[in-house]
């Protein structure tokens, strides 16, 4: 299964970018990234997906490398709000035609005012 | 608003007993998951279910059971309740398929065992 590496720990000035790496070496070739993020005390929140290109929504944009091996979610305009704990997640190879995701322990980002 | 549901917010149960943690979705989603959160050691999973009476161990289904009887709920069981079963249970749902599709998570559980 593919697995990801992030930072553990961020900070980030608030109205500046945040930009997020992950590794994620071992993906096939027709595995999504995806991320989410977790506020305290909430459930996880999708923020974006992609397999090849770049991709932008209304929270956020998501960098994949040509080699897909590694990608960088960006928070273009960091608020106090942004600060939780941010996952990037691969999905697993489907098991009963479910597929799963595999979370690893995240980015703790920090929006400081 | 879709959402996932879970019955309690917080639990406290003794050791020995048997516990039951609902969830609930009115997604109409075929996909549910249990997960347990830890310090450090993120999100893992515990079972999900594809169908409704049909099951799959995950990560560490060790001291746990599960049951979907109906589309909509998905309840986690601990046998025995130990208290290395301290923990944030979360409930996630999705729909099935083998193109993209999201996640939607409870709120979680923070179950305490003394």
């Known amino acids: 299964d593919a697995k990801t590496t992030q930072p553990p720990s961020m900070d980030c000035a608030e109205g500046r970018a945040a930009n997020l790496p992950c590794n994620h070496s071992t993906i096939s070739g027709n595995e999504y990234v995806y991320w989410y993020r977790q506020i305290h005390s909430q459930g996880p929140q999708y923020i974006i997906h992609g397999l090849k290109n770049n991709e932008t929504n209304e929270m956020a944009s998501l960098i994949i490398t040509e080699d897909r091996k590694s990608s960088t979610l960006i928070l273009p305009h960091a608020t106090l709000r942004d600060t939780a704990v941010y996952y990037c997640i691969v999905r697993g190879p489907p098991t009963s035609g479910t597929y799963k995701y595999i979370f690893g322990t995240g980015t703790r980002l920090k929006v400081l005012a | ?114």
């Open chain 2, 1 to 114: 608003d879709v959402k996932v549901t879970q019955s309690s917010r917080y639990l406290v149960k003794r050791t020995g007993e048997k516990v039951f943690l609902e969830c609930v979705q009115d997604m109409d989603h075929e996909n549910m998951f249990w997960y347990r959160q830890d310090p450090g050691l993120g999100l893992r999973l515990i079972y999900f279910s594809y169908d409704v009476k049909m099951k799959e161990k995950g990560d560490i289904p060790e001291g746990y059971s599960v049951s979907r009887e109906k589309k909509e709920r998905f309840s986690l069981i601990l046998e025995s309740a130990s208290t290395n079963q301290t923990s944030m249970y979360l409930c996630a749902s999705s729909l099935a398929g083998r193109g993209y599709y999201g996640y939607t998570f409870g709120s979680g559980t923070r179950l305490t065992v003394v």
